[in-house]
């Protein structure tokens, strides 16, 4: 792990400016120790290229505040935006999903100049006020990348069998769990949800609103390596009962008998190969898995709204075993309900009442997606500390399990 | 249409063992206009052919209430439970579903003896008030076996070049909408959402809750025809921004332009190719299209507690174009929430507070299929008139549009 | 079996009428064990109902015969050609092969009528000498259905699991296999391979033209169930080194580790499952097996140009078990190279020098077939006796193995 | 182009050390003006990256010459044969091959150092005369992964909406077209095909053996660009009667209606997108497209005894346009029937009279592909000079197109 790597704490009080450039200089970090071929590879359609990261964060730049608000700025390579937007219907078509991983051009050093030509072009945008809201979202939005590329770039090392690590030692593991308290219990009564006024928040977290909640408790550990040990141990991937009709079928289907990465005594990391903590936190989990896992320890899981509820009370969205640089996680001393993994919850990923898209193509990054998802709350090793907050929704499919999830039961009291 | 056919109301008062009776005459009244090929045939993994409706309601009288509760009852076939068996695990394997229509045997008069020796051997087990729940999940679980016979079969036959008729007229077909009132006005407030005590419900309807509402209106008339022709009209099927993304996928992949059943002016129904109201509800969309359609609109989907709220001021269940028996439904005078189509909401299909599924086999009915489903409240032209109620949750994938589902807008106030 | 069920003799000197009526007659007789299910239901993209068979072939015969040289003939049902046209491109659109399952309608009833009908109409037609051959075509055609209408039905039953019986006993099973003589021996030489000019023949069997063999000799007898029994045993589907590489793909994708039909020691019959007669000829096996069971024995498949060269040296083309008529085939006496199954040999389907299609619509019926297919030789037990001859020229797909399809060794001398 | 590239000519006298050492240096100046993430990617499973070729041809030196053969030769790398083994079973297990384009490790340069080591050690066997056979096949075989990976890379570039250029120009482009002679007549006879004793050739080009000709014409020219513009207005592609059947269901499930790499009056290149020279013979077609082409021109494809019967009779072997170095090919003054590209035979690729495939792993090579794949004779722009001769036979699938593959019309006399 290089000395020099970035370590930033976007919730400290500097401004605008300085956290763009922190921010842009831990995307280039996190590549550092990859080949021009690493970068450029893609294991499966849910994931991209890390050299597609680079550059799709550097179009959202180049398209949401330079083009639009630049004035006189002119495209650094017309033929780019074809191939670095993700999603965005509203900026036309767009290279099919599956084909990132055959764009072995542009190279890694033209998409390199490309961001240093950006990021001088943004200086200055930081003076313009009608920009600071989207020079927050864009901030928001390579973070996301900075985690999505860690997790992308794993999961195509997991598939060459020579198991190649990314750093030598430390990386993206989560930390050994605390088990204190037991549990947050929490009364019945109307909770706020979503985020209040202060501060940048995604447009899925709002409007801030009234839940009402039946009294309940929320585990203070997450569920470990070692819990889950003991339900393959007991027959958990293998007594339907426990599990979603949709979930059972996909175990049956792929063949699934255990997280993602886990193989014998082992666990895949960005180090390779390595021995697994029982008293970690498990991840690589499915929604399926987890609901299954909850089930069969007679809990549940909790809501979006429970979670947030707790989470509301003190704890701090920076703590736990977060990313911090390019380097390895410095675990904090205690923990809370943040870090080390995204918790799935039992909520289906809706729109929250009177909710609307923000405008313009921007208006696609998150509502257009509530269908079929589940809320994940948190932050996992792989989130840059700071990045998230209780009214934070991460959001992804039930099968999904290359991301850092894992779970934390609920049970009515 | 025979004159013959069965009229019934199970809300009358009638007793149980009546009830029983009038359901299973129902489902054979319902295939008689069917050769036996026509009753053999599956048209998609989805649909089932009508014969194995017939059988799989029998298997499941035989099995929860004769096996389990008559003593000394032998099975008619030990060999068909195999096939018959739908999807409940812990009964054991069963024949793949999208084979089901493989099955020319049992012959459909070896299924007409074995729902004869099943009927028989039930009436022993009318007194028996230990069994009184099992009967009742029974009648119901018959009820949506027939608006299934009749959403599947009327899916074979449009598969069928040659368009043909099951009756030559009347049929399922939704009854022109009434706009009286507009909007169904609610304020915010706490509303108590799931079935009360009284009477038969699901085990997905409760527990009966508290759920918190903000102010919105519903409106007071099912979308039309004609509304959907405007939407097309206006290019909604091409609108990008209208859509979800895995709504704008699914149109783009299946190549959707308008709902299933239509062509021209025309629409496919129980009676073959005809006319389109432009009055009557649009039927047979997907979730995805329902949404786009209130985004265009400017407006939303309610969720089903929104729903239920509304519903609960005295509507009548038994209103609405309903199924009265095997012949063409009766149109009542006035429309209220229910009947004519099932009606999409924005709610995912997911677990009440507190909900644990029944115990036993019949645990599986519904809970293990909260996931990835949407709820639809209210009742189709195919819904057997008495088998919906407020508290009554539908529920479907969101591309699915066999069954006659529609929409009712919604918006904040 | 129908104590009714008719013999025919193709090959006797019946006149062409007398061997049109009992052509169509068998195919009557075959379905009549059929309940209209049993006939509708289809199993496979490659296997069509027995109903459609009996459409088919009799809209072959309004198609080729009625509509082109029966003046003033109106077609039964304007509608139905889109039914039942298999491939004929010339002949317009119809609907997709898969969905050959989905039509219950026309009924079976109907369907008869339709060919009482064009029987009727066909009386005219057979003193027309330019009919001739348009109507052995046909005859021809109607008996490869017919071969076809019982390995579909076959499929179809074994997919149901309760096994059902077309028959109660008999039915096309493969006689015992005679051991004499050991090896046929063939010189070198030139050989005149093709159908010689009398007699009807399929355009794919000409032209007549001279092949150069070298010395070789063709086993006298068919593979047997117990030579394979011992080709398992020895891991035969397990030894890479036997098999072509997409045999290999496809043994490893499907799971193949026996002949199709194969369960402990039966077999799937028309008659139900049976015990396996491990003296009769194997059968139901692809030409991947095939391959490898004669790469395992030490041996090689004969090229077809061997086969017939053998074949023409007097062997009895209407000898074997072959079918008779709806019941169980009479084996005779003494075997040749005819009868109880198909035999592979490594011949790619592929033109003879100077081919040239027929005119016409019916030009599509062997040539544009000439890609991926492997010509198998011979007759099989449900070949009707008479219907092949040494130039006979079956083909079908490597994969395939719905047929009765074995094989009989060669190697060179 | 780098001035420095290896200009090479296997069939001159040199010895067997030079030819090994010019082939050897020849894949890696093909790779020179490739960047890591280039060599890296993987378009198809059909294709593989230029790494991968690279490293596949240094394992086959390594597996079946130096681990064979050299004493005390130890593995460069234990875990790379999982890696780079491409389909030798009796090799033992490997990598997906759709995975092959995963393998972001080992890097370029460990794989270039890998090469040099092997290079090494293969210097002592070049004085053992028991390894020359070996040695030549190796030689062969990396000739032909040359080729392979250079219509390899030029898939993957094509699939680059930025298309890439390999070379800024030159490149692998077939030369223009001679008319003259317009045809070769051949007459009826005996031929002797197959490869003669002397030099080296693939185990599938033997044994010699007599094949009986009946008298024919092959053109002299290949069919051109123009030609097939001219097949294209006619509306080649949308006339059914034209095509086998296979080829036919293959045009419309994959909308093909041009040769791959074509776009408007362009092409596909190593150069990227080039203008199209209606004089240079078509190229990249599939063996359905080779086919209509032929039934529209009223002619046909010739076998593979036909096109060897011509080329035998003096046709250079290391004429027309081909592979030179790692530049643009040096276009000779006269054509023969080989160079510029593959040309389709009607011919399967089956097994000649008494074939045994070679002993060991190697007898996989060729062997184990005889089903379902077709002969191509000649050469191409992208095979080296000296590689072919009138006995080879190369043999691709029927759909494949990604290979310089056109054709030569023939017709009987």
Same sequence: chains 1, 2, 3, 4.
Avoid at 264 to 281: I, L, N, S
Wanted: glycine letters at 10%; proline letters at 7%.
């Amino acid at each position: 792990m290089p000395e020099a790597s970035v370590r930033t704490d976007p919730l400290e009080s500097a401004g605008l400016a300085a956290r763009f450039r922190a921010t842009r200089s831990l995307s280039e970090a996190l590549v550092e120790p990859l080949s021009e071929a690493d970068a450029t590879i893609q294991s499966m359609e849910d994931a991209s290229p890390a050299k597609w990261h680079l550059a799709h964060t550097t179009w959202f730049w180049e398209t949401f505040l330079l083009r639009d608000h630049a004035p006189g700025y002119r495209l650094f390579d017309g033929d780019w935006p074809f191939l670095f937007n993700s999603y965005y219907e509203a900026e036309g078509e767009r290279i099919l999903r599956k084909r990132r991983g055959l764009l072995s051009r542009p190279t890694l050093a033209e998409v390199l100049d490309w961001r240093r030509h950006v990021d001088e072009a943004m200086e200055r945008l930081f003076e313009d006020p009608a920009c600071a809201g989207l020079v927050e979202l864009g901030i928001a939005h390579e973070q996301q990348h900075q985690e999505l590329l860690l997790t992308d770039i794993k999961h195509a090392f997991s598939k060459n069998p020579l198991g190649p690590a990314m750093w030598p030692h430390g990386g993206c593991i989560p930390a050994e769990v605390s088990h204190a308290p037991e549990w947050y219990e929490h009364p019945s009564g109307i909770a706020m949800i979503g985020h209040e006024s202060e501060g940048f928040a995604f447009d899925n977290e709002g409007p801030r609103h009234r839940v009402l909640l039946e009294p309940f408790a929320l585990a203070g550990a997450l569920v470990t390596n070692a819990e889950w040990d003991a339900f393959i141990a007991d027959g958990g991937y293998g007594t339907a009962s426990l599990w979603l009709s949709d979930g059972w079928a996909w175990v049956q289907r792929m063949g699934i008998a255990a997280p993602l990465y886990w193989r014998d005594g082992e666990q895949f990391t960005h180090c390779g190969w390595a021995e697994r903590d029982p008293e970690a936190p498990v991840t690589h989990i499915s929604y399926y898995e987890a609901d299954a896992f909850a089930s069969w320890a007679g809990a549940r899981l909790p809501t979006e709204f429970e979670w947030e509820a707790v989470a509301a009370l003190g704890h701090d969205p920076a703590g736990g075993n977060q990313l911090d640089g390019a380097g390895p996680p410095l675990p904090k001393g205690s923990h809370g309900l943040f870090g080390d993994c995204w918790q799935f919850t039992r909520s289906g990923y809706l729109p929250y009442p009177r909710f609307k898209p923000a405008a313009g193509a921007v208006g696609e990054y998150n509502g257009k997606f509530m269908a079929g998802q589940w809320v994940l709350k948190g932050a996992s090793c792989a989130t840059v500390r700071g990045h998230s907050r209780a009214s934070y929704r991460n959001f992804f499919y039930p099968q999904q399990r290359w991301q850092f999830t894992g779970l934390r039961l609920a049970m009515d009291t």
